[in-house]
């Protein structure tokens, strides 16, 4: 008997994704599940499938560190960070993105919604080379003197 539970499953998951776990992905999402990050929205196991599947081939090394979980059989909350690199050549830019996860799950405890939410702004385009410094710059300008 699998004393696992949902929480615990879907953590697990995040994880240890790598790119033949997605073969196990009908197990963690419903099949019609909706998918929301500040990039994009999705419905259906093909298009989240697709989205991950990106990830692995746009990015070096992508991982998620789960920080803090909660939640019970109807939904869960993750706050996490996402750890991966950008190689363009010989150049090679570490970066961490911290954001959470709201998921909405079904009876199965597989996901039906998920949620991302994290800042664009602060956790990716500040951290990259030449766009950086313009949004480090912009972000200082618009601050009020104290």
């Known amino acids: ?9 879907i953590t697990r998951y995040f994880e240890t994704l790598q790119p033949q776990s997605l073969e196990l992905l009908e197990s963690i999402y419903h099949p019609q599940a909706q998918f929301k990050d500040p990039f994009q929205q999705v419905q259906g196991l093909a298009a989240i499938a697709r989205i991950y599947q990106h990830m692995f081939s746009a990015l070096v090394q992508p991982r998620f560190v789960i920080q803090h979980r909660l939640g019970d059989a109807q939904q869960c909350f993750l706050t996490w960070d996402f750890h ?7 150049r090679r830019w570490d970066v961490v993105i911290h954001g959470s996860s709201h998921l909405l799950l079904d009876d199965l405890g597989r996901i039906t ?14 951290k990259l080379p030449v766009l950086g410094s313009l949004m480090r710059w912009l972000k200082q300008k618009g601050q009020t003197p104290q």
Do not use: C, I, K
Request: glycine residues 4%.
């Open 84 to 90: 991966f690199a950008v190689q363009r050549g010989a």
């Open 113 to 126: 919604q998920h949620r991302d939410y994290w800042d664009v702004a602060e956790e990716l385009y500040e």
């Open 1 to 9: 008997m699998n004393s696992t539970t949902p929480l615990e499953r």
